[in-house]
């Protein structure tokens, strides 16, 4: 298994600022992905972020409103720019398990961000 | 319509009964099945997962996928207060993206 962390784990912001989540991870991992968990809404992958190679964005999503790092194998950040209330949700970090199976997949607590 | 069907809820039951949480889904290339449980406030965690049509079973907890009608479930026997979380049903296909659900809350009543 792995043992992911999130910072922070909540933050309030103001319309237009932007802010980082921070994602590591206890042991080495190849993918990295990263999800918005809207009330009533299920999972929605924002990216995959694999290490020495840009993000692969899903459709709707943008490298200019969420860029990603991924400096090594065991850390990323996602960055939420400009923001507005409707980016107001959970971002949650997500890797998959050893030998590469995408389906066992762990999650990170989550950051839970609201903007006013 | 969306790729996976799931009833929100919220299920309320009495523990120690029986649960069923289901889900539907309409892209037959699925072949990966997961269930996930979310308490609050933390990130989901795996519980369950099937390759293709059977059933699987782990403690008081079955899952059970029938492909021909694209439908998927979860038992929970015996079901206490600690189960009160939400469930989240996933599913995949070779090597697409995981489709979740939008989740089923459920609470047992000691």
């Known amino acids: 298994s792995a043992v992911i962390s999130q910072k922070p784990s909540r933050d309030i912001c103001q319309r237009g600022t932007s802010l980082t989540i921070q994602c590591q991870v206890d042991?080495?991992?190849?993918?990295m992905f990263w999800y918005r968990q809207q009330p009533g809404q299920s999972l929605t992958l924002i990216a995959t972020?694999?290490?020495?190679?840009?993000?692969?964005?899903e459709s709707g999503f943008v490298i200019d409103k969420f860029p990603i790092s991924r400096p090594n194998l065991t850390f990323s950040t996602l960055t939420v720019s400009n923001m507005s209330p409707e980016d107001s949700s959970i971002y949650l970090c997500?890797?998959?398990?050893?030998?590469?199976?995408?389906?066992?997949?762990?999650f990170g607590p989550g950051t839970r961000l609201l903007v006013l | 319509q969306k790729e996976v069907e799931q009833d929100p809820g919220p299920l309320s039951v009495p523990e120690g009964a029986i649960v069923s949480l289901n889900c539907t889904y309409s892209?037959?290339?699925?072949?990966?099945f997961m269930w996930y449980r979310q308490y609050s406030r933390k990130g989901p965690e795996l519980l369950m997962y099937?390759?293709?049509?059977g059933n699987k079973e782990d403690g008081r907890f079955t899952a059970q996928v029938d492909k021909s009608s694209k439908y998927i479930s979860l038992f929970i026997r015996d079901s206490q207060p600690s189960d009160s979380a939400t469930y989240l049903c996933?599913?995949?296909?070779?090597?697409?993206?995981?489709?979740f659900g939008t989740g089923t809350k459920l609470q047992v009543i000691p």
């Open positions: 099937t390759y293709s049509s």
């Open positions: 042991s080495q991992v190849t993918m």
């Open positions: 996933a599913m995949r296909g070779g090597y697409q993206k995981v489709t």
């Open positions: 892209n037959s290339a699925f072949q990966y």
């Open positions: 972020a694999n290490q020495g190679s840009e993000a692969t964005y």
């Open positions: 997500s890797v998959e398990a050893a030998g590469g199976f995408q389906e066992t997949q762990y």
